[in-house]
């Protein structure tokens, strides 16, 4: 389980920072920054894991939690399609990183990443690998990022119904795949993405 640790150990303002959406064939990357200025309640850390580890319900309640506290900062960050594509998957996820980091209230002392790539960020920047199971501040943001952009690719799904990207939010699922080749890629689809890719060349 995460613990506060590290956001003690380091002092002052901490951000934990995590990204959501590298993998997907469509939509964008979502990243999100949170602070705990006071800690973090025993209630709600107890709520708090790396999202990958929670249900979808369990991701859903701990968002509500963290909003409903008080206690979160919150800032969020997101790369399109266009900018993906533009700057490669990795930069669009650093820059959605730095643009959760900005919208935060106030800037952080310090910002714990989760991973091993630092984003380009006007504080100390900490990478952890794994960060999402060791910090709370980052397996926060990890829920916060993966419920938005989730949302997201549901609202999505209402104008493009048949990629059925209201359950598969973009992956490459036996579903979505078949969608692509029978239909095409749509404009939110990642047309340098491998089986985008080889697809459009299949059609074209």
Not at 15 to 29: F, I, K, N, S, T
Not at 43 to 61: G, I, N, P, V, W
Not at 104 to 118: E, H, S, W
Request: proline share 7%; charged share 20%.
């Amino acid at each position: 389980m995460p613990t506060f640790l590290l956001e003690r150990r380091a002092g002052g303002r901490v951000a934990g920072v995590d990204e959501v959406g590298r993998g997907p064939l469509a939509g964008p990357v979502v990243a999100a920054a949170v602070v705990f200025p006071t800690g973090v309640p025993r209630r709600l850390a107890a709520l708090l894991d790396d999202s990958k580890k929670l249900t979808a319900e369990q991701r859903l309640a701990a968002f509500a939690a963290l909003r409903a506290s008080g206690r979160a900062e919150i800032g969020v960050g997101a790369a399109s399609v266009g900018e993906i594509e533009r700057l490669n998957i990795l930069h669009a996820s650093l820059l959605a990183m730095s643009r959760a980091v900005a919208r935060l209230r106030m800037p952080p002392d310090l910002a714990l990443v989760d991973g091993n790539q630092p984003p380009p960020l006007t504080c100390p920047v900490q990478c952890v690998v794994g960060g999402d199971g060791r910090s709370l501040s980052i397996a926060a943001a990890s829920i916060v990022a993966k419920v938005l952009r989730d949302r997201a690719m549901v609202r999505l799904a209402v104008r493009f119904p048949d990629y059925g990207w209201g359950s598969n939010v973009g992956y490459a699922t036996e579903f979505h795949v078949a969608a692509l080749r029978r239909l095409g890629p749509t404009r939110h689809h990642r047309p340098s993405f491998g089986t985008v890719s080889q697809l459009a060349l299949v059609l074209d």
